[in-house]
């Protein structure tokens, strides 16, 4: 049986030779760190076991983490660098991480070939014999796996036919060792040693024998796809409950693979029903499923929410899914499920643009933290996990959503593109000769609109243009007359979060026709050189509730604007104010103003008044804890301490117009940046300075507004220097002077009386710099019931702590 072709209506994806995203966007940023950490990988280290096991000599060291040599799972990662340093060059052209791969391309055959039986991995063949007789043992398929994976990327994307051969040799040692296990006891036993995780061996396997075409290629595929688990999808039955996840999606894109291969429909059927399965019974507001990697019963994640949630192999491996299902159905829907699960699961899983630095899970309990559960952050070399894994390739492949095009043109049939994803960035679509420039501008929280430009321009080098009768290529006059365009259509995803009010599009300036979001706005003409499509497109903020059918979880909701969940920064409140209606989230959310965001700072010492030990160069910031003002010190960024210390200068509470001709920002009152509402409060001479809500404190009005506002006077100890006096104090002062440490939480700050001593003048005198934490753009204040929320992307968390879900009580 020859390799099927696809069906004519299956959308096609771009090369990511094709694909650019644009130098300095988001997206482009990630990449970017994701090569990084490609680049600084040596790869004698990643195929350190190979040569052990092959019996090779061994220069440098091994990785640690998954990657030790005593580990059951080492060389997993090894595969996984194979593809996406494949991808990642085909994305970035980067001839450095070309020459790596070939190297240890190189290196495994090497490998393989000394030991001369085809097998190659990180670790003897003993693995499979425990395997076959139903021992323990972790899991040697799933690094088969991604070893066979990697390989074929390599010759797929990259061209190395030495990859093919190497992997064509593990194919066929594997069909004997599974035909010799069948023959020795039955094809149950096999079934029964699949009962581990084995990743998407039907799934390369598949796609080997497109490449092969031979029998015992697609034979041993089918002996991969797992019955016990795809055959209850045939009938529809939700089983899902009790399963790993990602044992069990990998075989779900691989019964896609047999479908596009084999135009077996129940395939494509199972993976429908799969996906709808997780998608309404088992996914959370991000787009994730999982908890502690396992699958619940449907309709109830309420009591799953913790640290461990949402790993992120799983989040990869759903997106592909949805990509497949995508491409059979032109479906909207799944699109907008790529977009969210990207957003809220991927993007956010590298801490910040640390190379190396990701993460295994994305909590979404309350007073979370990324930073903080079994794994938290990993490291460059010590970690290597399966979602290190997944990462390193899912960063690799970045531009891979954003553009499909349909079937292959004809004569009555032009050539059409899908733009699923906005993302600045530029396609060369060779089909239709053209090159498309997308500019993205992404929503603020002020500026709720999603802006698209796509510039059109001819690709010199490849152009069709239109013949009257079909196409032509550049310089082929042989029938009809020539036109100055290329008939082409694009497709522009509406997506089903948008706001239908405010919802417009242009070509060239003319406004066309939108249709309602869920939809594609649909162009066909003949386009030339610098038309232009534009899209407004309104965010809409909303909730959702959590899938859970039970009462006890029936007001637990998630915050989302656009396809962004909205992360509450708290240690574990979540209560939001009662009598709020969850379904009209523009009562009780608003935008963090421009304004605000100009407003925040930073309040450090120049000089500490510790008279002695380390703690005196450390001692530095303000910063509130436990409910008042300490002096603590320097935080690292992107923690809770960071945003503890950073404070909004806010135009006085006070009435301060009868105080004098003072300049517009001599008053100030020092709102906490993590809990809207909540100021820095004196209690007159000699007490400390603690924090207190304007709203809900018991002293509320003038009284509060007195001893919440601060007058910023040139520094007692000099020039460079701000001190800050109390309005309703004149000659008291904030200051540490004669303070004591209090061990775990710092050095107190209190209000002062001005005295002659210049250590006081040292202890009252501050630096006023930039804030240690930002807003996000996308940052909104939520009214609570104890108190009110900062809200923002999860994926812009690092360490600090986070709510997920919200109460609406």
Not at 261 to 268: I, N, P, S, V
Request: aromatic share 10%; hydrophobic share 40%; proline share 6%.
């Amino acid at each position: 049986m020859s390799p099927a072709s696809l069906p004519e209506t299956f959308l096609r994806p771009f090369s990511l030779h094709d694909v650019r995203l644009l130098k300095g966007s988001q997206y482009e940023r990630a990449q970017q760190t994701n090569l990084e950490y490609l680049l600084y990988l040596d790869v004698d280290r990643l195929v350190w076991s190979f040569r052990a096991t092959a019996g090779l000599a061994t220069p440098s060291a091994p990785y640690g983490g998954w990657e030790d040599p005593k580990g059951e799972l080492r060389g997993h990662f090894v595969g996984h660098y194979l593809s996406a340093s494949a991808l990642m060059y085909a994305g970035t052209g980067n001839t450095t991480l070309h020459a790596k791969m070939q190297y240890l391309v190189r290196a495994l055959a090497e490998c393989q070939d000394h030991m001369g039986t085809g097998y190659l991995s990180a670790f003897p063949t003993e693995e499979f014999d425990r395997v076959e007789a139903l021992q323990p043992v972790w899991a040697p398929y799933y690094t088969i796996h991604k070893i066979m994976a990697g390989l074929l990327d390599q010759y797929t994307v990259a061209g190395d036919a030495l990859a093919l051969a190497v992997v064509v040799r593990m194919a066929d040692y594997f069909k004997a060792r599974v035909d010799d296990v069948i023959t020795r006891f039955t094809i149950n036993r096999h079934w029964d040693s699949l009962n581990e995780e084995s990743g998407g061996m039907n799934d390369v396997l598949y796609n080997l024998y497109h490449v092969t075409g031979k029998e015992s290629h697609l034979e041993l595929a089918h002996l991969f796809d797992k019955p016990c688990f795809l055959g209850p999808l045939t009938m529809e039955a939700d089983e899902l409950s009790g399963f790993h996840s990602n044992t069990h999606i990998p075989l779900v894109v691989g019964a896609q693979a047999r479908y596009e291969l084999l135009g077996d429909d129940a395939y494509r059927a199972m993976s429908k029903t799969f996906m709808d399965q997780v998608h309404h019974t088992h996914m959370y507001s991000t787009g994730g499923t999982s908890g502690w990697e396992f699958w619940q019963d449907p309709h109830r994640l309420g009591d799953t929410l913790q640290q461990e949630n949402q790993e992120t192999c799983t989040t990869y491996n759903m997106i592909k899914v949805a990509r497949n299902l995508f491409r059979y159905s032109r479906a909207a829907n799944y699109t907008d499920f790529i977009e969210r699960a990207t957003e809220n699961g991927i993007i956010g899983t590298q801490r910040g643009t640390q190379p190396g630095v990701m993460i295994y899970m994305t909590p979404l309990g309350a007073g979370v933290s990324k930073a903080r559960g079994w794994h938290g952050w990993g490291t460059p070399e010590q970690a290597f996990w399966c979602c290190y894994g997944s990462g390193v390739e899912l960063f690799s492949k970045l531009g891979e959503n954003l553009y499909f095009q349909g079937p292959e043109s004809s004569a009555n049939s032009p050539p059409s593109l899908f733009v699923a994803q906005f993302q600045s960035s530029t396609l060369h679509w060779q089909e239709a000769g053209l090159i498309v420039h997308q500019t993205t501008l992404h929503p603020t929280a002020e500026d709720a609109f999603l802006s698209v430009t796509l510039e059109i321009q001819s690709h010199d080098t490849s152009r069709k243009r239109h013949v009257s009768g079909g196409f032509a290529a550049p310089g082929d006059e042989s029938e009809g007359e020539l036109s100055d365009g290329v008939e082409a259509t694009i497709n522009v995803r509406i997506p089903a979060w948008a706001a239908a009010d405010g919802l417009a599009a242009s070509v060239n300036g003319d406004s066309v026709a939108v249709p309602s979001p869920g939809h594609f706005l649909e162009v066909t003409r003949f386009w030339e050189s610098n038309d232009t499509v534009n899209l407004t497109i309104p965010v809409a903020t909303y909730t959702e509730r959590i899938q859970d059918d039970r009462p006890q979880f029936a007001n637990l909701s998630a915050v989302l604007s656009g396809p962004y969940l909205l992360a509450g920064s708290t240690k574990g409140d979540r209560l939001l104010a009662p009598g709020l209606n969850a379904n009209q989230p523009s009562d009780w959310i608003r935008p963090v103003e421009a304004a605000r965001r100009a407003q925040l700072r930073s309040i450090s010492l120049l000089t500490s008044p510790v008279p002695s030990g380390n703690a005196e160069n450390d001692l530095a910031f303000v910063s509130h804890v436990g409910g008042r003002a300490f002096l603590v010190p320097t935080p690292n960024e992107g923690t809770d301490e960071a945003a503890a210390a950073t404070f909004r200068f806010a135009p006085p509470l006070a009435d301060t117009s009868k105080r004098g001709p003072p300049s517009d920002d001599q008053y100030v009152s020092l709102e906490l940046f993590d809990t809207p509402g909540q100021f820095l409060v004196h209690n007159g001479a000699g007490h400390a300075v603690f924090v207190a809500d304007r709203e809900r404190s018991v002293a509320q009005g003038p009284a509060f507004d007195d001893f919440a506002t601060f007058k910023q006077v040139p520094g007692l100890a000099g020039p460079g220097t701000v001190s800050f006096e109390a309005l309703s104090g004149p000659g008291q002062y904030l200051s540490a002077f004669g303070s004591v440490l209090v061990p775990g939480q710092g050095l107190p700050v209190t209000l002062q009386p001005r005295q002659p001593d210049p250590a006081f003048a040292a202890a009252s005198s501050f630096h006023v710099g930039t804030g240690l934490a930002a807003y996000h753009p996308m940052s909104f204040i939520a009214k609570g019931q104890h108190r009110d929320f900062l809200l923002f992307p999860i994926q812009a968390y690092r360490d600090e702590s986070y709510t997920a879900y919200f109460d609406h009580v």
